[in-house]
């Protein structure tokens, strides 16, 4: 079974500062990873995905990696601001699934103080 | 429509009661998913229709949960016989569907809470 684990569960910074959210995978035989972003009360809105044959993946301010073999990626937030506050939260399929059957983390909630 | 679209929003039943809930996918995307948010059990898969193959139902919780898809379109999740830990968020997605879905990103609805009294 694939367990996908965030670490903090929860950030706090001040505007301006950088953010780094941490998620690893068990089986790396994934298709690709992809990073949400979830406000409350709202769905989810897809921030960015990474190609299993890919290292990283670029938009903006923002920046995701991947490391397969090890099981890990994360996600790299240049200088915060107070509407990037939200929880986000990674997924991942795996190859010995169907490709709809996402395993999520339970999420990083971030708050960015003015 | 411009975005993937659920109803209702929020749903408050009795527990014994059957629910249907809907999910209108962005036009022209052929792959829907159902998952399910509940407290402290973080975003659970419940089902895959991809085009005209045979749904991944692999992530239905009991045979109380159903879902269909009409038309290769709009899909209602049916929980019969409500129970009080079926209360949660309720969540649809669509995507393309292309030749080559491995790179396609969700795009989820706003979801329908559920409050199973």
């Known amino acids: 079974k694939q367990e996908v684990t965030q670490i903090p569960a929860a950030l706090s910074v001040p505007e301006g500062e950088n953010l780094v959210l941490n998620c690893s995978f068990t089986?790396?035989?994934?298709?690709?990873l992809q990073w949400f972003r979830q406000d409350p009360g709202k769905g989810l809105t897809s921030l960015l995905l990474?190609?299993?044959?890919?290292r990283e993946q670029t938009s903006g301010r923002l920046n995701a990696s991947l490391d397969k073999s090890s099981g890990r990626s994360t996600l790299y937030i240049a200088a915060s601001q107070p509407g990037d506050s939200a929880t986000y939260l990674c997924?991942?399929?795996?190859?010995?699934?169907?490709?709809?059957?996402?395993?999520f983390g339970a999420g990083t909630q971030v708050v960015v103080t003015p | 429509g411009a975005g993937v679209s659920q109803s209702p929003s929020n749903k408050v039943t009795e527990k014994g009661k059957d629910v249907e809930l809907r999910c209108d996918p962005i036009s022209g995307h052929t792959a829907l998913y159902w998952y399910r948010q509940s407290l402290g059990q973080g975003l659970e898969f419940l089902i895959y229709?991809?085009?005209?193959?045979?749904?991944?139902k692999s992530g239905l919780p009991s045979d109380r949960f159903s879902a269909e898809r009409t038309g290769g379109s709009v899909s209602t999740l049916t929980i019969q016989r409500t129970q009080q830990e079926d209360s949660a968020v309720y969540l649809c997605?669509?995507?393309?569907?292309?030749?080559?879905?491995?790179?396609?990103?969700?795009?989820f609805g706003s979801g329908t809470q559920l409050s199973v009294l």
């Open positions: 990474i190609q299993s044959s890919q």
């Open positions: 997605a669509s995507s393309l569907g292309g030749v080559v879905t491995t790179n396609e990103k969700l795009f």
């Open positions: 229709f991809q085009g005209n193959s045979a749904p991944d």
């Open positions: 089986d790396s035989a994934i298709y690709n």
């Open positions: 997924a991942v399929s795996r190859t010995t699934d169907s490709w709809g059957k996402f395993q």
